[in-house]
């Protein structure tokens, strides 16, 4: 993948961790997409060493170590019009069933 810069000092952000983020409560951060999920989000947060600065990715883009597993083939859920990745046998969203898998 390509590096990450940090926004602010342009130093080379470095992987921290992968975590479930619960909806609802983490708001202040997610906005309006917190409105388009339900449950929990699955986030991969960097960190930058120089100036400390905190960069939230969504979490099913990167593997456990950080690496960009690039974009899953996906399917739109023909109930709620989510998106969720084509493997799945069902919406993870309202439960309808996959009509691609
Ligand atoms: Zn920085
Ligand atoms: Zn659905």
């Excluded at 120089?50 to 974009?71: A, I, P, R, S, W």
């Excluded at 083939?73 to 069933?97: F, M, N, Q, R, V």
């Amino acid at each position: 993948m390509e590096k990450l810069n940090c926004l602010r000092c342009g130093a080379e952000m470095k992987f921290l961790a992968r975590e479930k983020i619960q909806l609802g409560q983490t708001g202040w951060f997610l906005g309006d997409l917190g409105n388009l999920l339900a449950g929990a989000l699955e986030t991969a947060i960097f960190t930058c060493p120089k100036c400390g600065k905190l960069e939230f990715f969504q979490g099913d883009l990167f593997d456990d170590e950080g690496v960009e597993t690039g974009k899953m083939a996906e399917t739109t859920c023909p109930k709620c019009g989510i998106c969720y990745e084509l493997d799945s046998p069902k919406c993870p969203h309202c439960g309808a069933k996959n009509e691609n898998w």
